[in-house]
């Protein structure tokens, strides 16, 4: 793929949604109320057009929260009690918008002004810092400039994404916000938010669309993507749901193996999952037949990996998806196939020595180390009591614990490899292959999977 199309298509998370899909109500014919203009004056800026590429300096984090850019102090402090989220966007070429916020911002009841402000901050002087926008209910850190620097897609609760017209200093809907209708003893819809994590491709925002629905607000939404019109078109934004490629593999006799999981891992919010088992071509791509698989109880596939030498050893990770408020998920699983994918063993690390197919387990594996045989295996463990950090050298037949602070450096799975002359990347919108110096063909858009979830 060339960098032109890379940078037509842009990279985005997008990913296979489920449950959504089945819960939520959405109108073909979206009224979208005008822009909102802001009072006060408004910052200086040097066009209407933004910079467009990458940002001017760097931002970070440094110690005791303090928010730096090009090193130096902003005056800002990440006042939040869950992971900072700090994004800058392209401005000019001596300035930057920040925006501070949370990585979880579905957790309603942590709130700060500082991720309702998106800031102008000059590289050379950080803390001359302006407010560009302010927006209660606003969420900057999770946001998406335009490519040709006409301004910024924001999420926004409650509700969804806003646009902030950098030449006339007003935001607004772009899009009705989804209601999900089905919760705990059947109340009132609910209004969905959109949580914006980049771009799926030309014109297509990637969302976390979802809210805290039913008994203890469990969290119910997935991924879509929200197709924009394009410039001077007729029509409304569109929702649809979004599709996604995890990870991919090649055993030694030439047959492929594809994931279409891995969104629940990512965002860690979503109760939407892709298929319960694996993709898999014996012609190079141009066919595909999906492998389900019992033992994933209904979750997707996170990973799946393919042994060196031993065409019919495969390991695969099941999904861990967070269905509760709470900081825990379920899924995060490993199962072997030693027939080629015919039939499937779980061996996730048990409780007290207990068989690796016992369902009550240890917890989500957070981390694997995977050997070249699928046999040499470090896991760390989720537990009640805390981290378990465990070794196999059997493939998960077996599991004995390790030091505690030892160090697990986990082995990704494959999102790109070179296979009978071809070469299979994961795009945005799903597996694509390619000869050399030929154009990229998309060979595998996973179906979206419901699993009435």
Known sequence: MTDRRRALILLGV??????????????????????????????????VVARTGAPACEASVGPGREVL?????????AEFDDEVRLRSYPWSDDQILLAVGRAHPWRNWIHSDEQHTLWQIPCDNPSAKVVALHVDGAEF??????PDGRGLYFSYSPGSVQFFDYATNTWGPVVEPAQISECWMAEAPVTADDYITGWAGVGQLAVVTGGPCG?????????????????????AAQRRPAVHVSSIAADPSGRLWVSSGGLCTKAQTMKSRGAAGVWRSTDD?????????????????DAVWAAASAPERLLLRSE?????????????????????????????????GSPPGDPHFYGPVEALRVGPELLELDALVNTVEG??????????????????????????AARQLELGGWTFTIEPDGLARRRLSEPAELVLRPRVINLGR
């Not at 109108?27 to 066009?47: D, F, I, L, Y």
Request: charged share 20%; aromatic share 6%.
């Open 387 to 412: 981290a378990l950090r465990v070794r196999s050298i059997d493939g998960g037949q077996r599991w004995a614990p390790l030091d505690p602070n030892h160090a697990i450096a986990p082995t990704p």
């Open 215 to 235: 008994f203890e607000a469990e969290w119910l939404g997935g991924a879509e993507v929200i197709e924009l019109p394009s410039a001077g078109a007729a029509g």
């Open 69 to 77: 850019v090009a090193g130096r102090s902003t005056g800002l402090i």
């Open 285 to 301: 791509g141009a066919r595909w037949d999906l492998v389900e698989i019992p033992e994933l109880d209904g979750a997707g596939v």
């Open 320 to 352: 861990c998806c967070y269905v509760e408020a709470a900081d825990f998920c379920s899924g995060g699983k490993l199962l072997r196939s030693e027939d080629g994918g015919a039939s499937w063993a779980r061996v996730s690390p048990g409780v007290n």
């Open 141 to 146: 850190s999770w946001a998406a400039p335009t």
């Open 14 to 47: 997008t990913a296979t949604i489920a449950c959504l899909t089945g819960c939520r109500e959405t109108s073909s014919n979206v009224h979208v109320t005008p822009a909102q203009p802001q009072p006060g004056a408004v910052p200086e800026r040097p066009a």
